[in-house]
């Protein structure tokens, strides 16, 4: 970690990290939200600056202070996510897409708190998809050396039918990196530590364990190959 910094092969890149996890509200007091706790993308903020990039980090509902040296901007729900994304990426050397967006949002929010005194024990939220906010980035890219770096959570039986996820959402999304990772109870999500398999259209590294803080360096030290390769 210190020999990275120290070489500050990130200088003169201008990176953007989201992180954190997008709520879209019912009414003005409740949301439909996950758990994701912004720790991976702050991690990733804070290897880049020490690595001498210029970081914008595009944060969603992260309770962290922020990172020293960046340039911090802050969103509520999906759609504020995307506007931020596409707006910051038009200069970008380096996009990541650490943030967990929700991927559905209420077909009508109320102005107003949603009450139980309506006589019925039930509450039915018709919700709609969001807009793909990684796929977007990918398709509407007009700096062709521009890095575009995605996340996959998934909750899989095996490492195999996780790598089968991997190449399947890798392929969807038209990235160039995907950080894979597997979640479930009590894994990822807030943690300190995990583990992350770095899949490419050339195919899977071997999976790496560790701190969010050394991950963080291992995907940026896979990005700068990747951009070295273009
Ligand atoms: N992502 C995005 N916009 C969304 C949903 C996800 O940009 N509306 C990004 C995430 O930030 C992540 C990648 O897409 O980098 C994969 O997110 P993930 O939730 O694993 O994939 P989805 O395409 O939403 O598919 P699903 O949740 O059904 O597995
Ligand atoms: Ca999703």
Redesign the pocket.
Known sequence: TGRRAASRDLRGLRIVV?AGGTREHLDPVRFVGNASSGLMGWALARAAVLRGAEVRLVAANVSLPPPAGVTLEQVTS?EDL?QAMTRAAKDADLVV???????FTPADSQQTKIKKSSGTDRLRVELVQ????????VRDRTDQRQLIV?????TAADHGSLLQLGRD?LA??G?DLLVLNAVGHGKVFGQQTSEITLLTPAGAAAPVAGSKDMLAHEIWDEALRLRAER
């Open positions: 989201s999906t995307h897409m650490a943030a967990a967006p929700a991927d969001t807009t793909d906010i990684l796929a977007g980035l995605g996340f996959a959570a998934e959402k969807r999304k990235c």
